[in-house]
Structure formats: structure tokens, C-alpha cells
């Protein structure tokens, strides 16, 4: 049953092997094509969808590296001030980071700042943009409290912290 068929899908083939060959040709053979036409689509659209897929899950996160998930950092636009606490982090790439929603470099990672002008401890913190982040060889003042911020900021004692989370808790 090796006869070369003028049909080059192996889904057709089948199909005429199952029908025994008996060969009228034209309008058997034909309607097994219209099925092997419609498996094929099916095939490419599975095929399209697993690519697309692909492609969103490159964007959304990229694949899994070994060893390494997404990282998410907190960002701050230095021209709105608005923060995204949720910023995929973009591996291998310098600050300023693109703000999806102007298409400027204006995104820079942040120092969290957990006081309030009375010493007390609030959350969430006001999020800073370090001068030094900006390459400004300044000090940087949080704009909330009045209080320097640095790299790696250290937060509150622990208890205070503790408290703070109790009451956001409340
Ligand atoms: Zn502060």
C-alpha cells in the first residue's frame, strides 16, 4: 500500500488506507483531503497558540533561568513619583529603566524610609530615589521625614517594626 498518493499529508494517507483503496480517486480522495486540510489547521493553530504563549510568557518573565525566578524590585518614576512596587527586574540592565506607561528612562530602584516626622514607624515607607542613584553626589534627605536615607537603608528597630505591622494589621 505504498502507492504515492497525490496527496502529500500522511493524515490522508491513513484515511485511504482505511477506506481500502477501492480508488474511485476523485471524490473520495477529495473529501479526505477537506479532513486532512482541517486536521492540519487544527495542527497550526495549536502551533500558533503554543508560539504565542512562548512569546508572552518571554515578556512577561522570560524563562525560567536555573536556579534564578522573576525578581520584582520597587521603582520610582524620578518624574511623576509614582512607585510600582512590583517592577520585573530588568536582568543585566542599568538604571534608568524604561516606565512602560511614558516610554522614558525615568524608573530607578528606591530606599525604603519607615519614619514619620514624629518618630514613629509607618507602612507602607515612603519610598526614596537615592541622589547617588541619579549619579548626584548628594545626600539624600527623605522628602516625609526629614531623616538621611542610604544605601541599604536600615530600617526601625524590630519591635517598632513589629508594631507597626500589628496595627496596619487592625
Ligand atoms: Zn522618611
Redesign the pocket.
Known amino acids: 500500500m505504498s502507492r504515492t498518493s497525490n496527496m502529500p499529508s500522511l493524515v490522508d494517507d491513513a484515511d485511504v488506507k482505511q477506506i481500502g483503496v477501492s480508488g474511485k480517486s476523485a471524490g473520495g480522495s477529495g473529501g479526505g483531503g477537506g479532513f486532512g486540510e482541517k486536521l492540519k489547521l487544527f495542527g497550526s493553530l495549536i502551533g500558533i497558540a503554543a508560539a504565542i504563549g512562548i512569546a508572552v510568557y518571554t515578556m512577561t518573565g522570560g524563562p525560567p533561568d536555573i536556579g534564578e525566578q522573576t525578581r520584582y524590585v520597587v521603582v520610582k518614576d524620578s518624574e511623576s513619583g509614582e512607585v510600582n512596587t512590583k517592577f520585573a527586574f530588568p536582568k543585566g540592565e542599568r538604571w534608568p529603566w524604561t516606565n512602560r506607561s511614558t516610554g522614558k528612562r525615568t524608573l530607578y530602584p528606591v530606599e525604603a ?4 516626622k514624629d518618630n514613629q514607624v509607618k507602612l507602607p ?2 519610598y ?1 530615589i537615592l541622589n547617588s542613584a541619579m549619579g548626584k553626589n548628594e545626600k539624600t534627605i ?6 538621611e ?1 542610604r544605601g541599604n537603608n536600615p530600617p526601625p528597630p524590630a519591635e517598632m517594626m513589629a508594631k507597626a505591622l500589628e496595627d496596619q494589621g487592625k
Do not use: A, L, N
Request: charged share 15%; aromatic share 14%; hydrophobic share 20%.
Open positions: 524610609c519607615y519614619w514619620t515607607p515612603t526614596v527623605c522628602p516625609d521625614c526629614g531623616r536615607v
